[in-house]
């Protein structure tokens, strides 16, 4: 009976120490198959951090562009109005002196007509000896005009 006793109690250590064998190597498949998943996990995250990194990248390079388009297209009107301005300041002064020389004109007109009116008489030019000396048409100098006959 001993021996069954002894025999009873290794065997039930034998199979306890078995079942702890398979428990432990159970666990030990568990942590390896989740520290596995565990990598997939951050492989895949970092996999999708890369990609929406990248997508903002491909997004702020489009903003940037955009951005830079928008800048240049002020600037080229910022041009356009300046050299419109010019151009239209240029063309004022013109039509200014223009119209001013023909002020300037109409002013000189008028003074010669004024001149010639308030002088009265005749001048040297219509003088009725020049014209009879000239031209062999007698003038009536009585007369305010020159009349032919």
Known sequence: MPF??????????AYTADEARKARRQAEDEQRTM????????AAM?????RQTAEYA??????????QTARQQFE???LNYQTNKLEMEKKSKEVQA?????????????????RAR??????????????????GVP???????????
């Not at 491909?58 to 562009?65: H, M, N, Y």
């Not at 001013?100 to 004024?114: F, H």
């Not at 219509?126 to 009879?132: A, H, N, V």
């Not at 003038?139 to 006959?149: A, E, F, K, P, V």
Request: charge should be negative.
């Open 46 to 50: 970092r996999t999708e951090l890369q």
């Open 98 to 114: 223009a119209a001013d020389e023909e002020r300037r004109k109409a002013a000189t007109a008028e003074a010669s007509a004024l």
């Open 35 to 42: 520290l596995a998943q565990q990598s997939a996990d951050q």
């Open 4 to 13: 069954y006793i002894a025999s009873a109690i290794i065997l039930s250590t």
């Open 58 to 67: 491909k997004q702020g390079a489009s903003l940037e562009q955009q951005a």
């Open 139 to 149: 003038i009536d100098l009585g007369s305010t005009g020159m009349r032919l006959q």
């Open 118 to 135: 308030t002088r009265g008489g005749r001048r040297s030019l219509l003088s009725g000896e020049r014209m009879d000396a000239e031209l």
């Open 76 to 78: 080229q009107s910022q």
